[in-house]
């Protein structure tokens, strides 16, 4: 039974994977027949390799029925590198505008004498309603690209579509950032440091931090930092002060005091603590689009005016990635940093 288990569960991550890869299949098609002037639903079941249609069985490859599938399998596979997909379970998942209770304090159990009243102590409920806004990625992709048979060119244009959701969606989460009506704070709006991270002083730091976090006592713990802030902690191992980083790694999540510690390009030089528990979030999706004649300015922060290239002159097309999500903190105290001595990258 159980190898018929694992036999299942490789089936159900074959098909997974399929239908992730199927979306950027589905890109391609797009953004080939912006350049070519074809129907991208020509395009798109003509240049579909058969072992993706052998790997996903009952499909029926008209993009209007399938495409919303292949979008939430490659947001999957998203997950498995951003902050808040790792995270997974601990955060609190929460429907499109709907409004969702966020307990910031709970009750509790007392024993009590026979006759005598049972003490009260109140449920705090913050009601949020988490409106999905736009995180909006843009890659530009040469036709010699989209054109060849070649399927290494497919792993090469999937892994660079996650590469700019997994950045855009964690820059705008783990910075201090937050418009009202356009984009949801970031986990460190209106926060200052709590310290700043030195070697004789790392150890207090880190224990203020904690105690920054509903004033110690959060419900779960989760720290975020960069890989270079993992590399300056791992090398405080050694130190006198350094016992609580030796379960530190450098390349993979690991874990600093007791709680799991998440590796981000995003947080920088700072080290992050979250109580994940008080964090709403709402996954509305993923879309896709494309455009072959648009102009844009390749920089992520543009001047004005900015230098502008023409995907048309170019012989490129622009495809748009457009994730939808939003998320709360439940309390202002559910998350702190401190800042790292890191110096330039």
């Not at 700019?164 to 009506?181: P, S």
């Not at 510690?261 to 947080?267: C, D, R």
């Not at 964090?279 to 992520?300: E, K, M, P, T």
Request: some cysteine.
């Amino acid at each position: 039974m159980a190898d018929m288990r694992t036999f299942a569960d490789l089936e159900a991550t074959r098909d997974a994977l399929g239908r992730s890869r199927l979306f950027t299949c589905w890109a391609r098609a797009l953004a080939l027949g912006s350049l070519t002037g074809d129907d991208p639903r020509m395009v798109f079941r003509s240049t579909v390799p058969t072992h993706l249609r052998a790997a996903v069985p009952g499909t029926t490859f008209d993009p209007a029925e399938s495409v919303p599938s292949f979008a939430r399998a490659f947001l999957d596979g998203v997950a498995r590198a951003t902050a808040l997909g790792r995270l997974g379970s601990m955060t609190l998942p929460c429907p499109p505008h709907v409004r969702t209770p966020i307990v910031t304090t709970t009750g509790a159990a007392r024993f009590v004498a026979a006759g005598a009243p049972a003490p009260l102590l109140r449920l705090d409920v913050d009601l949020a309603v988490l409106r999905p806004a736009h995180v909006v990625s843009l890659v530009a992709v040469s036709k010699e690209l989209l054109a060849t048979d070649d399927p290494r060119a497919m792993g090469v244009l999937e892994r660079q579509l996650r590469r700019v959701v997994v950045a855009a969606e964690d820059a705008a989460l783990l910075d201090d950032v937050g418009v009202l009506g356009e984009r949801p704070a970031g986990l460190l709006f209106g926060l200052s440091p709590v310290g700043g991270g030195s070697p004789d002083a790392i150890a207090d730091d880190v224990r203020a931090l904690i105690d920054s976090v509903r004033d110690g006592e959060p419900n779960t713990l989760a720290f975020v930092t960069s890989r270079r802030g993992a590399a300056y902690l791992r090398a405080l191992a050694n130190t006198a002060d350094g016992s609580l980083f030796r379960d530190v790694s450098i390349g993979i999540d690991s874990e600093l005091a007791g709680a799991p510690l998440l590796l981000s390009s995003a947080a920088g030089a700072r080290l992050i603590a979250l109580d994940p528990s008080l964090l709403g979030v709402a996954d509305d999706g993923l879309d896709v689009g494309v455009s072959a004649s648009a102009s844009i300015s390749q920089d992520d922060a543009p001047a004005s005016p900015a230098n502008m290239v023409s995907a048309f002159q170019t012989g490129s097309a622009i495809i748009r990635l457009i994730r939808r999500i939003d998320w709360v903190l439940g309390a202002a105290d559910a998350a702190a940093y401190i800042t790292l001595p890191l110096g330039s990258p």
